[in-house]
């Protein structure tokens, strides 16, 4: 049998794939030609590489470099987590190709007023009414950060949460309280699809709009639209609960709610319609430019991923 990786010839776009899967304590192959976890015994477990947006590989994996390249290749986002998926520690990032979509981001976050656009787009979406005329970026923020204050006490007071203040340490997250525990397993699902969805777009997850110097302050910025009508009413369920593993409770709810509400096909089209807010182009390829003396491959994911 040989384990040369077999590369699906048209991996789902990524609007139409499973959000995530979670996979822990087991060797990550390419064997048969089948992206596999193999666990004690031999025991083969197939994943359906070309069909998932990103892969949470939590402690006691470890994966091949066939079963990297695969992945790579077809698009699909490998992020490597603590335990429960609440920590991050890396990410093998399959975006990138897309020298335009970057160059675009960048003169957007640069230039103080595009920027201004794009964060009163992003206010507008996200609260359903237009930004306060003439208020700066630090402005805004404030005004939000008591609106999402009154939106956390308000879905504590509707699940019967007992709900002091959003309060973690990532150093210790099982000394938080359980529905800050949920809180945070919530949103790390949340940022693991967000960020896929922004590689596969061809943008940089660390060149964001409000949260800045952070690697994944754009992931932040796109999560936050989303937040309140996902993740953050799906961790008070849990937490009402009191249940005795809310991680795991938290992980599944968001898996089914990202599937039922279609999320990840929500999030490309999200992010173009909120960097159009700046009402510039793309920038097009300068005359001077030299084109590429071997013609890339053409890629068999989505436009911002690599491929060949």
């Known amino acids: 049998m040989s384990d040369t990786p077999f ?3 048209k991996p789902i776009p990524m609007k139409d794939r499973v ?13 048969d030609g089948a992206f596999v976890l193999i ?9 359906p590489v ?28 490998l992020v490597w987590v603590g335990e429960a998926g609440v920590r991050l520690y890396s ?19 640069l230039d ?65 309280d359980i529905p800050n525990r949920c809180m945070s397993a919530a949103t790390s699902c949340l940022y693991g699809i967000t960020e896929a969805a922004v590689l596969a777009a061809g943008y940089a997850p660390a060149m964001g709009f409000i949260h800045w110097g952070k690697p994944l302050s754009f992931v932040y910025d796109i999560a936050d639209i ?13 937490a009402a609960k009191n249940p005795r593993s809310p991680d795991r409770e938290v992980r599944i709810a968001c898996r089914d709610a990202f599937r039922q509400q279609k999320t990840l096909a929500k999030i490309i089209p999200m992010i173009e319609e909120v960097l159009a807010a700046g ?15 071997i013609p890339p491959a053409q890629s068999m994911g989505d436009s911002g991923h690599r491929s060949k």
């Not at 959000?19 to 390419?30: C, N, P, R």
């Not at 020298?99 to 675009?104: A, G, H, I, S, W």
Request: a positive charge; one cysteine or more.
């Open 91 to 109: 990410a093998g990032q399959p975006g990138g190709a897309r020298c335009d979509r970057l160059l675009y981001q960048a003169k957007l976050a």
């Open 226 to 238: 989303f937040k309140f009508d996902t993740v953050v009413p799906i961790a008070f369920q849990v």
């Open 279 to 293: 009402e510039i182009k793309p920038p097009e390829m300068p005359e001077e430019s030299v084109p590429p003396a």
């Open 112 to 176: 103080d007023n595009l920027r201004l656009k794009v964060v009163r787009k992003m206010y507008e979406i996200r609260f359903g009414e237009a930004a306060p005329a003439k208020r700066s970026i630090q402005q805004l923020r404030g005004i939000e950060g008591a609106r999402v204050r009154k939106t956390y006490e308000l879905l504590a007071k509707r699940y019967k949460v007992d709900w002091k203040r959003r309060n973690y340490n990532p150093n210790n997250w099982d000394a938080s």
């Open 7 to 9: 590369l699906p010839l």
């Open 39 to 47: 666990q004690e015994d031999e025991v083969r477990t197939h994943i």
């Open 19 to 31: 959000s995530m899967v979670f996979l822990k304590y087991g060797q990550i192959d390419v064997k």
């Open 50 to 77: 070309g069909s998932i947006a990103c892969i949470m590989l939590e402690p006691g994996t470890r994966v091949s470099h066939a079963a990297v390249r695969l992945a790579s290749e077809v698009g699909t986002l």
